[in-house]
């Protein structure tokens, strides 16, 4: 908490313009990144499943453990995520503090943490359907 009230404070004394330019080159950045690897991707990642497939089996897993291991997960690697850039941005752009760290944490709560919950409830009726 702290260290986004200070990154809060420092962001907003930053002129916007440099600060504009600087995210707009980090979103380029990672668009150019994504785009030039992109074309191995599917087979890696077609090799890392089967891989992975080997290592833990094929068996049921409990929804719940795998939720739990989703959130905790989630928890632990999303410290220094994109969520802190979003509230910089936003307060660099001039929105009050406090509206920032709502948008950031509805974001977080919606991208993060509910998906895990949908795609169990998902995962259940596709297997009772025989889909899965």
């Known amino acids: 908490m702290k260290r986004r009230l200070?990154?809060?404070l420092l962001v907003s004394l930053l002129p916007a313009r440099p600060v504009h330019l600087v995210a707009a080159g980090l979103f380029l950045l990672g668009c150019l990144v994504l785009?030039?690897?992109a074309g191995r991707a599917e087979k890696e990642e077609l090799e890392r499943e089967v891989e992975y497939g080997r290592k833990i089996g094929y068996g049921?897993?409990?929804g719940v453990g795998a939720a739990l291991a989703s959130f905790g997960v989630l928890f632990v690697a999303e410290w220094?995520?994109?969520s802190q850039l979003l509230t910089a941005g936003l307060v660099a752009m001039g929105v009050d503090n406090s509206t920032a760290f709502a948008i950031a944490f509805t974001h977080r709560l919606c991208t993060?943490?509910?998906p895990p919950i949908w795609g169990y409830f998902s995962l259940r009726w596709l297997q009772q359907k025989a889909y899965v």
């Open 6 to 8: 200070v990154t809060w």
């Open 35 to 37: 785009l030039r690897s």
């Open 60 to 62: 049921r897993r409990s």
């Open 80 to 82: 220094g995520d994109l």
């Open 112 to 114: 993060y943490y509910l």
